[in-house]
């Protein structure tokens, strides 16, 4: 009889566990699926970066458009204070400056190739491509949520120790880079159109 | 009768000749590379190509991959593996796409001349607009993982000329970088690049870099790693290997087969003995002639040594058969040397006729099969008229199957004449399909290389992982000296540049990028304000104040310096890992070849027509547009077309030798119509297995036409003494000949090394044709055969 009584609970507890263990990614792969039913959209960005220059700290900003497509492009222009586009198509990371252009395949750079990854896997709500590069922590609700996004290779982790996502539902509103050197680089975003 | 024998000079001779023989054997240099299979006057656009092959850096370049375990356990092995090879010794230089471990050296020698190298200096870049901009593009990357880099060298570097270099140096292609090294992007595998110090024709050199390169991976091997390696250089010794081992089987079957063909025919251990004598002197004869006329002999030529078994061998077994013919005891020698040797001295003669047309050869490759088959075949042929002669008197002592196998051989004789039609028949119809079918001469350079299909798919495996495409387009320069060459290279960049900025061409290698000519250095250094000058424009360049203009006083330091210094020359990258991408791009003169720049190009999305890259380039001087796989196929081509000369002037003095002897031209006619016979039926029958022909075949052809000349004039030499019918003997000598030929050819289909197979295919069928077609088309189709012993 109490052997029943235990087998019991112990069928309860086995029923029960995958349950609680996916309680948080659960609200994760909600907003994924939000994330990965919109396929493209365009944004302004306000960024500021903190430097610490020896004894010196400055303050630098810039502002932009960004503009995405699913399912692998990814577009930042900086219009102030000087112009400069970076593009991301597939594999190809194109950055151009003034009349000067050049291209390099993202997995060649792979501090840069993280950076992108966070916010593209972010954008498309790709679960595999995130997971692969990174250790994810969702915290909040699907109404205002952040996701903290910690690079898996402990190499990078000594370029950039976090990429933290914020948004509100399927838009992103901010991602915070924080360099392992102690930089960090703010990017506010106001969503402009929602095809 | 061997102590008498000793008495005889030609004994001791030839003793002493063998041993002269074996210690220059034994002392001369092998190899196994392709560059004997390389014309020796070539165009200028093969000249430059060869160069390449023969002895620039792409030879030296070994291609690495680790494989097994996971990504941080390859990463891992990587690091240790590029550590322990760069403190080996035997490498110029290792690539791992490790950027921490590049070598402070090379880092501060750029930093030193920053100002000299970097394309973004001239005056406007040091105005106060100038100033600005190179400050803002500089500042904008504070905040990003590229700040790291930058932030160190800020203060005196603060327009980024360091960056600009590394962008102009590293490739844009390349691997991908996990766990901070090179990887696969279709696999899991790690990826090196290493440079042997060893050149790449240096075999020896090169085995021993690959066994540091194993010795150095061995802790990683047994921590369950495994290792990928391959190229030129790899491949060499691969080859080398593989041609040795090669020639060891097939030589050790070859003896085999012969011997027992030999102990089947003499029932003899002696004439076996002796019928191998001639054999081994032609093999050793043919080596050491070609050691010392080429100072090195090809391990295809040894190969192809083995194949001479076959054919030297059919002298000692003419002599053992022929010489036991005549009833009385010692005269076998005698009447062997005054009714037999003048046929086989005359298909001597035919045959060296054949052959020396390919000694004449432009190709080292063939100029040796040439000199190795001529003095191999003169050398079997003395030893058999002047040693086998003493040795054994009476030929063969044994008698073995032989005596069925010259009945037999007689009956075949006699029956044989009877298929003439059919063999006529089939000798039409074959010719008939030749003009028809469309040419099977399609063999390719590649073809005559033993790299296995397996080892090559490796290579374009590990060259796809690396972005290292083998074959793509040069433009090559040539200038009397390094300034003109350097002035030359950057005129043609000039050309490049704007391809490379509508995004025809991704990109190209150019030496300038770290040695610019003299005058553009000058011009840089001028370029530079002086410090005061710099100091005031600074102040207002930086009035934003994000970089205060007091603290670039390091900035103002490091220009002063490089106005004065002088400027780069080669020689401060000797000994950096920099070097080795210096040689590949900028060949010195040497050996009457002038100063070379190569600028290799890389493709961008779509190939961009050589058309349109010699118009880019029309007008520079000693400039040119070099496609490496077009010319590599030109190079072949004129292989082939020279060789098929070659061969056709061999057949015709073999003709010319044929019509000398035979004095009337309805012999000749007799003699080389089973001859051209044999040759179309074989060229019909690869043909219609479609077997893409090739350099090897030819010379098969001609081996076909030497050999078989012997059996032509056996049979034209039966039908002229009408009145003692041919003997059975003589038939059997034919016979075993034959089938240790056929025999010996046929062992090299079976090899893995393609140009060996091709000479069997070619030569094993094509002899046995000349037989039978001889037989058949005997004149007097009752007369051979008839008088059974």
Not at chain 1, 65 to 85: H, I, N
Not at chain 2, 161 to 181: D, Y
Not at chain 2, 214 to 236: I, T, Y
Not at chain 2, 429 to 436: E, F, G, K, Q, T
């Amino acid at each position: 009889m109490r052997l029943e009584l235990r087998r019991r609970a112990l069928c309860l507890l086995l029923v029960l566990a995958p349950l609680a263990a996916s309680a948080a990614p659960a609200d994760l792969g909600g907003l994924l699926t939000l994330l990965a039913g919109v396929k493209s959209g365009e944004a302004t960005f306000t960024e500021t970066r903190q430097v610490t220059l020896q004894d010196m700290t400055r303050t630098l900003e810039s502002s932009g458009r960004l503009s995405f497509a699913a399912p692998d492009t990814f577009v930042r222009e900086t219009l102030k204070p000087r112009r400069e586009r970076l593009a991301v198509a597939g594999n190809t990371l194109t950055m151009s400056q003034g009349s000067r252009s050049r291209s390099v395949p993202l997995d060649t750079v792979p501090e840069a190739q993280v950076l992108v990854e966070a916010v593209r896997g972010t954008l498309t709500g790709n679960r595999e491509l995130l997971d692969r590069h990174f250790t994810l922590q969702f915290s909040g609700s699907l109404d205002q949520w952040t996701l903290e996004l910690v690079p898996r290779e402990p190499r990078l982790r000594e370029q950039v120790a976090r990429v933290t996502v914020s948004g509100v539902r399927a838009a992103l509103t901010e991602v915070q880079v924080q360099l392992a050197g102690g930089d960090r680089s703010t990017m506010k975003i106001v969503e402009s159109r929602v095809p | 009768m061997r102590i008498q024998a000793l008495r005889r000079p030609a004994v001791w001779v030839w003793l002493a000749a063998m041993l002269i023989g074996a210690w220059l054997a034994a002392r001369a240099t092998y190899v196994a590379d392709l560059s004997a299979f390389l014309p020796s006057s070539p165009s200028a656009e093969q000249r430059v190509l060869l160069e390449q092959l023969r002895h620039g850096v792409t030879a030296r370049v070994m291609l690495v991959g680790v494989r097994g375990g996971d990504a941080a356990l390859r990463g891992e092995a990587s690091r240790g593996l590029a550590t322990a090879l760069r403190a080996s010794g035997a490498f110029d230089s290792v690539s791992n796409g490790d950027h921490l471990d590049s070598p402070k050296a090379v880092g501060e020698l750029l930093m030193a001349h920053r100002y000299l190298l970097s394309p973004a200096v001239d005056a406007q870049r040091f105005s106060v607009d100038g100033l600005r901009d190179g400050i803002a593009d500089t500042t904008s990357m504070l905040g990003t993982p590229a700040g790291a880099w930058i932030k160190p060298l800020l203060w005196r570097d603060p327009t980024g000329e360091m960056a600009r270099l590394a962008e102009t140096l590293l490739p844009s292609g390349g691997p991908r970088v996990e766990a901070g090294v090179w990887v696969s992007r279709s696999q899991p595998r790690a990826l090196l690049v290493a440079i042997t110090r060893a050149g790449g024709s240096d075999l020896d050199g090169q085995a021993q870099a690959i066994d540091a390169l194993r010795h150095a991976f061995a802790p990683w091997a047994a921590r369950g790693l495994s290792l990928d390696l391959s190229g030129a250089g790899v491949l060499g010794v691969q080859s080398r290997t593989l041609i040795k081992a090669e020639v060891e089987r097939l030589a050790l079957w070859d003896g085999a087969i012969v011997l027992a063909l030999l102990l089947l025919a003499f029932g003899s251990l002696k004439a076996l003995g002796v019928a191998l004598l001639p054999v081994a002197s032609g093999v050793l004869a043919g080596t050491v002639a070609v050691s010392l006329g080429f100072g090195q002999v090809h391990g295809m030529t040894l190969g192809f040594g083995t194949t001479l078994i076959g054919e030297a061998v059919d002298y000692a077994i003419y002599y053992l058969v022929q010489a036991r013919a005549t009833p009385a005891t010692g005269s076998g020698a005698l009447h062997w040397r005054r009714h037999n040797w003048p046929t086989v001295r005359w298909g001597l003669l035919t045959s060296l006729a054949g052959f020396s047309a390919l000694v004449f050869s432009g190709f080292g490759g063939l100029a040796q099969l040439g000199v190795f088959s001529v003095a191999g075949l003169l050398a079997a042929a003395l030893t058999t008229r002047y040693l086998l002669t003493d040795l054994a008197p009476d030929g063969a002592p044994g008698l073995g199957l032989r005596m069925r196998l010259g009945q037999a051989t007689a009956r075949a004789a006699a029956a044989l004449p009877q298929l003439r039609w059919f063999w006529g028949g089939l000798g039409a119809a074959a010719l008939a399909l030749l003009l028809v079918l469309p040419s099977a001469w399609r063999g390719q350079l590649t073809h005559l290389s033993p790299v296995s299909a397996q080892a090559l798919t490796l290579d374009a495996s590990l060259r796809a992982d690396l972005g290292a495409a083998e074959l793509g387009t040069l433009v090559a320069i040539e200038a009397p000296d390094e300034a003109t060459a350097l002035q030359r290279a950057e005129q043609a960049s000039a050309r490049l540049d704007p391809l490379v900025a509508a995004g025809l061409l991704a990109g190209y290698e150019s030496p300038t990028r770290l040695l610019p000519s003299a005058a553009t250095q000058a011009a840089r250094q001028a370029a530079l304000p002086d410090a005061d000058t710099l100091r005031a424009r600074l102040k207002q360049a930086t009035a934003d104040g994000l970089l205060p203009a007091d603290r670039l006083e390091p900035f103002i330091a490091d220009v002063q310096a490089q106005r004065q210094a002088k400027p780069v020359t080669r020689a401060d990258y000797d000994g950096t890992p920099l070097a080795t991408a210096l040689q590949a791009q900028l060949l010195p003169a040497a050996g009457g070849r002038p100063w070379t720049v190569l600028l290799s190009l890389r493709a961008g999305t779509q190939a961009l027509p050589a058309a349109r890259l010699r118009d880019a380039m029309q007008g520079l001087p000693d400039t040119r547009v070099v496609e490496i796989q077009p010319e590599l196929d030109a190079l072949y081509a004129r292989y082939l077309r020279e060789a098929f000369w070659q061969s056709a002037l061999g057949a015709l003095a073999v003709l010319l030798i044929l019509y000398a002897g035979l004095r009337s031209l309805r012999r000749l006619w007799r003699v080389a119509l089973p001859l051209a016979a044999s040759v179309v039926l074989v060229l019909a029958g690869l043909t219609l297995a479609g077997v893409a022909l090739g350099v090897l075949h030819l010379v098969g052809l001609l081996l076909v036409v030497a050999v078989g000349s012997n059996y032509a004039l056996f049979f034209d030499q039966l039908a002229q003494q009408e009145a003692q019918a041919a003997d059975a003997e003589t038939l059997a000598s034919l016979l075993l000949a034959n089938l240790t030929i056929v025999a010996s050819f046929a062992l090299l289909c079976t090899s893995s090394v393609p140009l060996l197979v091709a000479l069997g295919e070619v030569v094993a069928p094509g002899t046995l044709l000349c037989l039978l077609l001889s037989a058949s088309w005997a004149r007097r189709p009752g007369g051979v055969g008839q008088s059974a012993p």
